[in-house]
T-cell receptor, first 114, second 112 residues
Framework: EAQVTQNPRYLITVTGKKLTVTCSQNMNHEYMSWYRQDPGLGLRQIYYSMNVEVTDKGDVPEGYKVSRKEKRNFPLILESPSPNQTSLYFC?????????????FGSGTRLTVV | KQEVTQIPAALSVPEGENLVLNCSFTDSAIYNLQWFRQDPGKGLTSLLLIQSSQREQTSGRLNASLDKSSGRSTLYIAASQPGDSATYLCAVSGGGADGLTFGKGTHLIIQP
């Protein structure tokens, strides 16, 4: 089944403790991105990657890092999480160019930073 | 900067009604528009994708239209059912690395 898989689904952590949220897709998509969803603010893009070793900032990149060492994986790294990063996070992927068929989203990771 | 607005923010209707959800965007230079459904605490499920060269797409009881020049899209749901209750999100893409710009959604409740 074609899908985007995020782990973990739920995470509670303490301020300052480094964490990684993993994202993997099995559709051979070139493009991958991370969004956060907050009440009243909607979904906002954090980082995106056009292909392996190519990443760039979205609208709200502060406090986050990403890497794209393999085409299928795009982990989101919070080096020193703070309470304002408590949110629902989504990973998405898509093909590019003429093969574009829309964006596929993962099931989300609910992160709480205390 | 692209802005996407969805009206209404919330809607409650009896089962069986046909309904229309509205989406407007400020920059008509879009690459495509995608409608999603989100159930509480869950991920986003893609409903319909409309490429910029298309006027509408249909899937079962759903029909989405796109008028790029006026910056509008509508999602038409025929013969609504309680299982249609969810938040519906409209998102546009400018192409390339832009990713998606989302509206804040329409929270839909279908009363049995």
């Amino acid at each position: 089944e074609a899908q985007v898989t995020q782990n973990p689904r739920y995470l509670i952590t303490v301020t300052g403790k480094k964490l990684t949220v993993t994202c993997s897709q099995n559709m051979n998509h070139e493009y991958m991105s991370w969004y956060r969803q907050d009440p009243g603010l909607g979904l906002r893009q954090i980082y995106y990657s056009m292909n392996v070793e190519v990443t760039d900032k979205g609208d709200v990149p502060e406090g986050y890092k990403v890497s794209r060492k393999e085409k299928r994986n795009f982990p989101l790294i919070l080096e020193s999480p703070s309470p304002n990063q408590t949110s629902l996070y989504f990973c998405a992927s898509s093909s590019s160019g003429q093969g574009f068929l829309g964006y596929t989203f993962g099931s989300g990771t609910r992160l709480t930073v205390v | 900067k692209q802005e996407v607005t969805q009206i209404p923010a919330a809607l409650s209707v009896p089962e069986g009604e046909n309904l229309v959800l509205n989406c407007s965007f400020t920059d008509s230079a879009i690459y495509n528009l995608q409608w999603f459904r989100q159930d509480p605490g869950k991920g986003l499920t893609s409903l319909l994708l409309i490429q910029s060269s298309q006027r509408e797409q249909t899937s079962g009881r759903l029909n989405a239209s796109l008028d790029k020049s006026s910056g509008r899209s509508t999602l038409y749901i025929a013969a609504s059912q309680p299982g249609d209750s969810a938040t519906y999100l409209c998102a546009v893409s400018g192409g390339g690395a832009d990713g998606l710009t989302f509206g804040k959604g329409t929270h839909l409740i279908i009363q049995p």
